[in-house]
């Protein structure tokens, strides 16, 4: 697409949604990260900012914005979204969908409320909980990628809005905090489709994953090398045997093994 007008027409919307503060951020080629701050959503400020950005993007840089870091925000971010998931999603709920590289999207789903951060990061784990996402993106205050600029890091593909809040209902979060995967076989337990998690540590919101993708049918063998790749990247001890662990523990809980 790279139509360079498009980032603007999101920006107006964002605003319209109560969204009026942005963090922008910069990955340069020799992996220096700048964050710059918009602080309002006007076009003299939009005007301002997009000539920098589009400089910074054809040297070779990669663009990333989030709604302001410590504010209260009516959306919720999900990262690594198959085309099937980005389609269900914007059919049930009204969001953005934004097509980072062939084949993987960005989701920012309105919600019915402002959010604060420790929220967002609630109703993200939860959603990741069901196999839906990347739990690496889970965080509450996740840079995504901008649209209308190139995505380096995937020989330059542009990023592109492809589907605006078109959905009658907003997300409504929850409160719910039981575990995913919480009972053990031939209990009564609540499986993660119905309860999300709210373990705030790395080994917690990858047990949700886990748990969520073996309840979806997802391969237990594609899972088990998804996390052990992630574990190691996080230097994690034996993370070939914590992924197997892993696994084996979601399939015995889900009845699955």
């Not at 605003?15 to 503060?21: A, E």
């Not at 070779?60 to 980005?86: C, H, K, M, N």
């Not at 337990?189 to 997802?218: L, M, P, Y």
């Amino acid at each position: 697409m790279g139509i360079p007008d498009r980032q603007a027409n999101f920006l107006g919307l964002l605003y319209r949604f109560g969204i009026d503060r942005l963090d922008f951020g910069i990955r340069r080629q020799d992996g220096t990260f700048i964050q710059r701050d918009l602080q309002s959503l006007d076009p003299e400020d939009i005007n301002k900012s997009l000539p920098f950005l589009r400089a910074e993007n054809a040297r070779g840089s990669d663009v990333y914005f989030r709604p302001e870091q410590e504010g209260s925000w009516p959306v919720i971010f999900l990262d690594d979204l198959t085309p099937q998931e980005a389609r269900e999603i914007a059919r049930k709920y009204q969001t953005w969908i934004i097509e980072t590289s062939p084949g993987l999207h960005h989701a920012w789903i309105r919600t019915d409320r402002p959010l604060s951060r420790e929220e967002r990061y609630l109703e993200q784990s939860r959603v990741v909980s069901l196999g839906i996402g990347d739990p690496g993106s889970v965080s509450g205050e996740h840079f995504g990628r901008f649209p209308g600029f190139r995505n380096w890091k995937r020989q330059g593909t542009w990023v592109n809005l492809i589907s605006f809040p078109d959905a009658k209902r907003a997300w409504l979060p929850t409160s719910a905090s039981s575990p995913p995967c919480g009972g053990r076989r031939g209990s009564s337990k609540k499986s993660s489709t119905e309860v999300g998690g709210n373990d705030a540590s790395e080994s917690g919101r990858e047990w949700g994953w886990v748990c969520g993708s073996v309840e979806h049918g997802r391969d237990p063998d594609e899972i088990r090398r998804s996390l052990e790749i992630r574990a190691r990247n996080r230097g994690k001890n034996d993370p070939e045997g914590y992924a197997r662990r892993t696994v084996a523990k979601a399939l015995s809980f889900t009845d699955k093994a």
